[in-house]
C-alpha cells in the first residue's frame, strides 16, 4: 500500500491529495472513518468536477478505497489502510507530504492522544498480545480460507499423519483407546496392544463382515468382533462397521484429508453437551422480545433439540443401542427469583419435544439480593460469572453424572462461563459471539472511560478476549463476523488492534487465521416459522386471531394504533427494542415518505409501549421516540406497534399472515449480527428488505431472493420499498416470485440439519486435533488466566462493590 500512497505523490494527483487534504482539514473531526472519507472524497470529485474515471480509477480513488480511518494530528495525517481482508497497514503523512510506516504501537498512543489519555510519563501502558501463543500452530494463508477451520486442519493433519506415520499412527491408536460411555469400553479393547497390530485386525474385522448380509444387527455379531479387539461404536450393521474399518484401513494405510474427517466424524465421542447462555431471561415461554432476550435465546434452544436428535442419530448409526445410550444436553443459565411471570425461577426446566434436553438454571449468589433476585442487564453482569461458574461445575457433574464432552459458550458472558468450566473440567471448548458488542457501539473502546457506568465495556471487552483465545474453536453464523468484507472490518476483526486508554493497549487479540474459526450458520425452527402457502399446517382459528391482533383488534394496554385502511399492503417489523434495531429509523422513514404512507401500513411488533413498564435504559429511549416520531409526522391512522410476548406458535403465524395480506418484512437494524428474523419471514415467503450492515448481506442474495436497505439513508430505503410495490403492482407475480425465492434460500441454506452435523464433525476434530498434536496450550491458558485474574476479576469485584448499594 505504500506503494499506491507513493504512486499518488510521484504523479500530478499529488495536487489533488494536497487539496483533498485541505478540505479535510477544515472538519472538525478529527477522526474519520470510512463513510466519512468516502463522503469527503465524493464531495471534493463533485467541487472540482472530477470524471468519473478519477473518482474510481485514480491512484488517490484506490487510496481513498482501502482507507478506513484517517486520524489529523497538528501537522501530519494518519491512514490507516485496509489493502485487503484482515489486514492492516498504517501510515504516518507528514506537512509536506513525505510517508512513513507507523507501528501499532504509534497507532494506539496516537489515539491515545486524540483522546487526551496519553500520559506517557506515568510509564508504558500493560500491552496484550496474543500473537506469540499462535507461532505453533498452523495459520490458513488465504483470507477466502478464512472460517473454513476444519477442512484446513483436516489437510494439515492429514499431512502429518503422511510424514511421519509412525508417531501419527500411534497417537491415533492411543485416542482409539480412550472413549467409553458410562465405563463401557467403546471402539477397542485391551486384545489389541500395538497400532501394528490394530492394523492387523482391522483387516481381518473387514474381511470378517463383509462376509455377513449387509443389514444384519451390529448385536448379532458383538462377540465375534469383541474377540478381535473391537468393542460397540463401529456401526449399527455389518455394513456400517465394514464401511467404518475400511476407512480406517484406508486411512492407516494413505491418508487424506477426506478420509480423515470421515473417519473423526463417525467416532463416539460426544453424548453429553452443556450450552451455556448465563445471562438474562432463558424459558421457553414470554421471554422473547425483552430487551436482552431475542436471537441467542431461540438459537440455542433449537440447537439443543436438533443436537439431541444428532446424538441420537450418531449414536444408533455408530451401534451403540445395546448400551442405552442417552445423549443429555443442558442449557446452562441463570435462575432469577423474581421471575415475572416466566419459569425462569425454576431450577430444571425439559426442553420441549426432547426426550434428555433440559434448562438447567443455577442462581446467583446472594451478594445484595435486589441485585441477584432479579434479572439483571447483559451489561452489568460480570461480577457474578465466576462464582456462577464455580456453582454451575458441581450443578453439572451432578446432573451429568460425570463431566461433559462439549461445552459451547454463548455471547460474552457465556463464553467466559465456558472456558471458566472447560479450563476446569479439561473439556473442549466453543464459543459462539452472536454480537460482539465492540463493533455495533462505534469508538466504544476509545472513550470506554466516558462509557464505562453504562455498559462496562472494560469488562466485555476483556472477558471476549480472554475467551475467544482460550476457546480450541469459533463458530459464527457468516464469513464477515470474522473478517467483514473488503470494505467493512469484521466484528472478531475489530478486536484485533485497538486502545483502551489508560487500561492496556491490545496489539495483537486474535489470530485471525486460525483454524479454529469455523462458519456454521443456524438455521430456523421448521415447525414453527414454514411457508404461508402450507395452508394444511395452520390452524385457521389462529389465523383469525393473529389476523384480528395485527389489523383491527383494539386492545390500549398492549396494542397502539387504528387503521384508518387495513387493507393497504402492510409493512412489517418485529425486533427487540433497542437503539441499534432501529425500528425508530424505520418509522422516520416511514414518516418522511407520504407515497409509502400511502401505499402501506406501518406494523411493528416490538418491547412495551409504557416507559415505565421498562427496566431496560435503551428501551425506555425508544419508547419515547417513537411516539415522538409518530406525533411529528402524524402517523395515526397508519401504524399500529404491538408491546406483545408471543407464543412461538404466534410469531410462526405473524409472518404468514403478513404474507396472506401480501406484506414486506423491513430489518432496519444499524448493524445487524446475523438476524434470525430474517430467516424466519424468509422462510414464511416474505419477501424481505433486511440492513446491509451486517450478517443479512451474507444470508440474502440483492434481488434474487430480498433486498439489502441502507437504513442510515432513509430516502433511499423508502425509494427501494416504492419500488418494490410498484413493480408488485405493474407484475402481478413479482412478489410470489421473491417471496419464492426467499423460501428455496432457507431451505438451500440454513436448516438446523446442516448446522449440528457439522458442529458436531466440528467437536470432534478439534477434541481429536488437541489429543493427537499434542498441541502444548498451557503457556496461552495460563497466559489467559493470568489476565483474569488481574484485569478482570478487579474490575468485577469494583462493579460488585456498586451493586451493593442499588
Ligand atoms: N422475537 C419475538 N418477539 C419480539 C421480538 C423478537 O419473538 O417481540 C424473536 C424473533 O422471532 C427472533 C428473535 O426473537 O426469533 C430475534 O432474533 P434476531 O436474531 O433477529 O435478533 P436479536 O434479538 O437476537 O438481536
Ligand atoms: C444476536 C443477534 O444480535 C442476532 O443478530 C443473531 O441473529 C442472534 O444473536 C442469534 O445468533
Redesign the pocket.
Known amino acids: 500500500m505504500s506503494e499506491l500512497l507513493q504512486a499518488v505523490l510521484d504523479s500530478e494527483e499529488k495536487s489533488d491529495l494536497r487539496s483533498l487534504i485541505s478540505e479535510l482539514r477544515q472538519q472538525e473531526k478529527k477522526y474519520l472513518l470510512r463513510n466519512d472519507i468516502l463522503n469527503l472524497y465524493g464531495e471534493y470529485c463533485s467541487k472540482y468536477e472530477k470524471p468519473e474515471q478519477f473518482y474510481t480509477a485514480s491512484h488517490l480513488g484506490k487510496l481513498v478505497y482501502y482507507t478506513q480511518e484517517i486520524i489529523q494530528e497538528e501537522s501530519s495525517l494518519c491512514f490507516i489502510i485496509r489493502p485487503k481482508i484482515a489486514s492492516q497497514e498504517v501510515y504516518r503523512l507528514t506537512a509536506n507530504l513525505s510517508i512513513e510506516p507507523m507501528t501499532v504501537q504509534e497507532l494506539l498512543d496516537l489515539r491515545d492522544r486524540l483522546v487526551n489519555r496519553y500520559n506517557p510519563n506515568e510509564g508504558d501502558l500493560l500491552e496484550l498480545d496474543f500473537g506469540p501463543f499462535y507461532d505453533y500452530t498452523p495459520v490458513i494463508r488465504d483470507p477466502k480460507n478464512i472460517g473454513k477451520g476444519v477442512q484446513f486442519l483436516n489437510r494439515y493433519l492429514s499431512s502429518k499423519l503422511f510424514a511421519d506415520p509412525k508417531q501419527w499412527l500411534e497417537s491415533l491408536f492411543n485416542f482409539l483407546r480412550l472413549h467409553q460411555y458410562n465405563g463401557v469400553q467403546l471402539l477397542i479393547n485391551q486384545r489389541i496392544q500395538s497400532q501394528q497390530q490394530l492394523s492387523e485386525q482391522v483387516k481381518k474385522a473387514i474381511s470378517f463382515v463383509s462376509s455377513r448380509p449387509s443389514e444384519q444387527p451390529y448385536e448379532e455379531f458383538r462377540f465375534d468382533l469383541q474377540v478381535m479387539g473391537f468393542e460397540p461404536g463401529w456401526g449399527h450393521t455389518a455394513q456400517r462397521v465394514q464401511e467404518s474399518l475400511s476407512i480406517l484401513d484406508e486411512l492407516i494405510d494413505s491418508p487424506d484429508p477426506q478420509t480423515l474427517e470421515a473417519f473423526i466424524s463417525r467416532i463416539p465421542m460426544i453424548f453429553r453437551i452443556v450450552l451455556v447462555s448465563a445471562h438474562g431471561w432463558f424459558g421457553q415461554e414470554g421471554v422473547?422480545?425483552r430487551p436482552d432476550t431475542?436471537?441467542?435465546v431461540?438459537y440455542v434452544l433449537d440447537q439443543a433439540k436438533n443436537l439431541e436428535k444428532q446424538l441420537q442419530e450418531d449414536a444408533m448409526l455408530a451401534g451403540l443401542e445395546g448400551l442405552n445410550v442417552q445423549p443429555k444436553v443442558i442449557i446452562l443459565t441463570r435462575l432469577i427469583p423474581n421471575s415475572d411471570g416466566t419459569l425462569c425461577n425454576q431450577r430444571l426446566e425439559k426442553v420441549y419435544d426432547t426426550e434428555n434436553a433440559w434448562i438447567l438454571r443455577v442462581p446467583l449468589r446472594e451478594f445484595n439480593p435486589n441485585m441477584t433476585q432479579n434479572w439483571i442487564s447483559r451489561f452489568e453482569f460480570w461480577p457474578y460469572l465466576e462464582t456462577f461458574a464455580i456453582d454451575s461445575e458441581k450443578e453439572l457433574l451432578a446432573e451429568f453424572h460425570g463431566r461433559p464432552d462439549l461445552i459451547v459458550g454463548n455471547y460474552t458472558d457465556g463464553n467466559l462461563v465456558a472456558f471458566l468450566l472447560a479450563r476446569k473440567l479439561g473439556v473442549t471448548q466453543c464459543n459462539i459471539a452472536h454480537?460482539l458488542e465492540k463493533s455495533k457501539y462505534l469508538f466504544s473502546n476509545l472513550y470506554w472511560q466516558d462509557l464505562e457506568e453504562k455498559y462496562h465495556f472494560s469488562l466485555q471487552f476483556s472477558a471476549d478476549l480472554l475467551a475467544m483465545n482460550a476457546a480450541n474453536f469459533i463458530i459464527s453464523s457468516t464469513y464477515q463476523e470474522i473478517v467483514g468484507t473488503p470494505d467493512s472490518v469484521g466484528q472478531y476483526e475489530s478486536l484485533k488492534c485497538f486502545t483502551m486508554p489508560e487500561l492496556y493497549h491490545v496489539v495483537n487479540g486474535i489470530e485471525l487465521f486460525s483454524p479454529k474459526f469455523n462458519v456454521v450458520p443456524p438455521g430456523v425452527n421448521e415447525n414453527a416459522y414454514f411457508p404461508y402457502t402450507r395452508t394444511q399446517d395452520r390452524v385457521e382459528s389462529d389465523r383469525a386471531r393473529i389476523e384480528e391482533m395485527l389489523f383491527t383488534l383494539k386492545d390500549d394496554s398492549q396494542i397502539f394504533g387504528t387503521l384508518d385502511d387495513p387493507t393497504k399492503r402492510p409493512l412489517f417489523s418485529?425486533?427487540?427494542l433497542d437503539r441499534i434495531k432501529n425500528l425508530t429509523g424505520l418509522a422516520e422513514c416511514f414518516g418522511r415518505s407520504q407515497q409509502l404512507q400511502d401505499q402501506c401500513n406501518l406494523i411493528l411488533?416490538?418491547g412495551k409501549l409504557r416507559v415505565e413498564e421498562s427496566g431496560d435504559n435503551e428501551e425506555r429511549d425508544e419508547i419515547v421516540k417513537l411516539y415522538q416520531i409518530i406525533e411529528q409526522y402524524n402517523l395515526y391512522g397508519k401504524i399500529r406497534w404491538l408491546g406483545v410476548r408471543?407464543t412461538k406458535s404466534d410469531?410462526g403465524e405473524i409472518y404468514r399472515v403478513i404474507a396472506d395480506h401480501k406484506g414486506i418484512f423491513v430489518q432496519p437494524a444499524l448493524f445487524e449480527a446475523?438476524?434470525?428474523?430474517i430467516l424466519?419471514s424468509m422462510i414464511s415467503g416474505l419477501p424481505t428488505f433486511a440492513t446491509q450492515f451486517g450478517g443479512p448481506l451474507e444470508i440474502i442474495q440483492d434481488k434474487v431472493n430480498g433486498f439489502y436497505i441502507n437504513p442510515t439513508n432513509l430516502e433511499e430505503t423508502a425509494e427501494k420499498l416504492l419500488e418494490f410495490v410498484q413493480n408488485c403492482e405493474q407484475n402481478s407475480n413479482y412478489w410470489n416470485q421473491i417471496s419464492k425465492q426467499a423460501i428455496d434460500r432457507v431451505f438451500s441454506t440454513y436448516t438446523w440439519k446442516i448446522h449440528t452435523s457439522k458442529l458436531l464433525s466440528l467437536a470432534r476434530i478439534y477434541g481429536f486435533w488437541n489429543f493427537i498434536s499434542k498441541e502444548n496450550r498451557e503457556d496461552l491458558l495460563r497466559y489467559i488466566e493470568a489476565l483474569f485474574y488481574l484485569i478482570y476479576k478487579p474490575r468485577a469485584q469494583q462493579l460488585l462493590e456498586q451493586h451493593k448499594y442499588r
Do not use: H, I
Open positions: 422473547l422480545g431475542g436471537g441467542q431461540v454480537a418485529m425486533a427487540r411488533v416490538a408471543l410469531s446475523f438476524g434470525l428474523t424466519e
